[in-house]
């Protein structure tokens, strides 16, 4: 048995008009079209719907009884198609979004204000992890995107089957405890834990190993540590504490640079509201491109 929406919604305004003429104007068909939908109604179903003898039509028993489930078939997909339309005009609707931890709690208070305000009715899920985590979870499905550095450490099979959309370049700084009683401190070098990008970037911008023997997963936690004096570490520029903490000095690592971009999966019907969060970051983050 095979039956539309088309078809219920025929039956549904001759039950209520009693009239082919007047039922196909409602549904804006012809009279033809509208006996034929009818008439496929009924091979389907096994059985006769309308007593068509009758002046003005009336519904059979069977008629009767499939009208009710009818109504609340056609009712439930006037809901769905209601829904669709608040999702796809943003009133609606969910943004599974994913950030690293060394992007996160600059660049959501940047951005997050302008898109919440704009669209207040999109449900946000935020997944903090590390950019191989958050590229994988975008590949399986489970969010929609991430913002995330570069993946030049991830697998070549997994970065082939992700859409790249770069938003800036950002400079690196090198964060070093001020010790005036010993300038020329040979310091080592702190980072966060393994998996983390900002790790490797530094390992390659230093050429120099980590210090294994502490590591965090927070830019501030790390900077503790330099305040500390237990080392110097390299920071991204959104991450350069302002007012600067007088306690550590702050210089720029020339000609080095992270990419800060967004991934997403290659989708025929992607989520509307990840276009407009993507839009957003594009019209705020100007700002921080520097």
Same mark, same amino acid.
């Given at each position: 048995?095979?039956?539309?929406?088309?078809?219920?919604?025929?039956?549904?305004?001759?039950?209520?008009?009693?009239?082919?003429?007047?039922?196909?104007? *409602?549904?804006?068909?012809?009279?033809?079209?509208?006996?034929?939908? $009818?008439?496929?109604?009924?091979?389907?179903?096994?059985?006769?719907?309308?007593? *068509? +003898?009758?002046?003005?039509?009336?519904?059979?028993?069977?008629?009767? =009884?499939?009208?009710?489930?009818?109504?609340?078939?056609? /009712?439930?997909?006037?809901?769905?198609?209601?829904?669709?339309?608040?999702?796809?005009?943003?009133?609606?609707?969910?943004?599974?979004?994913?950030?690293?931890?060394?992007?996160?709690?600059?660049?959501?208070?940047?951005?997050?204000?302008?898109?919440?305000?704009?669209?207040?009715?999109?449900?946000?899920?935020?997944?903090?992890?590390?950019?191989?985590?958050?590229?994988?979870?975008?590949?399986?499905?489970?969010?929609?995107?991430?913002?995330?550095?570069?993946?030049?450490?991830?697998?070549?099979?997994?970065?082939?089957?992700? +859409?790249? &959309?770069?938003?800036? *370049?950002? =400079?690196?700084?090198?964060?070093?405890?001020?010790?005036?009683?010993?300038?020329?401190? +040979?310091?080592?070098?702190?980072?966060? =834990?393994?998996?983390?990008?900002? *790790?490797?970037?530094?390992?390659?911008?230093?050429? /120099?190993?980590?210090? &294994?023997?502490?590591?965090? +997963?927070?830019?501030?936690?790390?900077?503790?540590?330099?305040?500390?004096?237990?080392?110097?570490?390299?920071?991204?520029?959104?991450?350069?504490?302002?007012?600067?903490?007088?306690?550590?000095? $702050?210089?720029?690592?020339?000609?080095?640079?992270?990419?800060?971009?967004?991934?997403?999966?290659?989708?025929?019907?992607?989520?509307?509201?990840?276009?407009?969060?993507?839009?957003?970051?594009?019209?705020?983050?100007?700002?921080?491109?520097?």
């Amino acid at each position: 048995m095979h039956l539309t929406t088309t078809q219920l919604s025929a039956l549904d305004a001759l039950s209520e008009l009693r009239h082919f003429t007047k039922a196909a104007q *409602r549904l804006g068909i012809t009279q033809s079209a509208l006996s034929q939908q $009818v008439k496929a109604l009924e091979q389907s179903v096994g059985l006769p719907l309308i007593n *068509r +003898d009758t002046r003005p039509l009336t519904m059979t028993a069977m008629g009767e =009884k499939l009208l009710i489930r009818a109504r609340l078939i056609l /009712q439930q997909a006037s809901a769905i198609e209601a829904e669709c339309r608040e999702t796809e005009d943003l009133k609606d609707g969910k943004l599974s979004l994913g950030i690293i931890p060394t992007i996160a709690p600059y660049l959501t208070r940047l951005v997050l204000p302008h898109f919440i305000t704009a669209y207040p009715g999109i449900q946000l899920d935020i997944h903090e992890d590390t950019t191989s985590s958050l590229a994988k979870k975008v590949h399986q499905g489970h969010i929609d995107l991430a913002i995330t550095s570069d993946l030049d450490t991830l697998p070549a099979s997994t970065v082939a089957h992700l +859409d790249q &959309h770069p938003l800036f *370049r950002e =400079k690196l700084y090198l964060a070093t405890p001020l010790d005036p009683h010993s300038p020329d401190q +040979d310091l080592p070098m702190i980072g966060l =834990k393994d998996g983390h990008c900002l *790790r490797d970037q530094a390992i390659a911008v230093c050429n /120099q190993t980590i210090d &294994h023997n502490i590591s965090c +997963d927070q830019i501030s936690t790390l900077l503790s540590l330099v305040k500390a004096g237990l080392g110097a570490a390299v920071i991204p520029s959104m991450a350069v504490p302002n007012p600067l903490d007088p306690a550590i000095v $702050v210089s720029e690592l020339p000609d080095a640079q992270r990419l800060v971009q967004v991934v997403t999966r290659p989708q025929v019907h992607p989520n509307p509201a990840a276009k407009a969060f993507i839009d957003t970051l594009n019209t705020q983050l100007p700002q921080v491109k520097g």
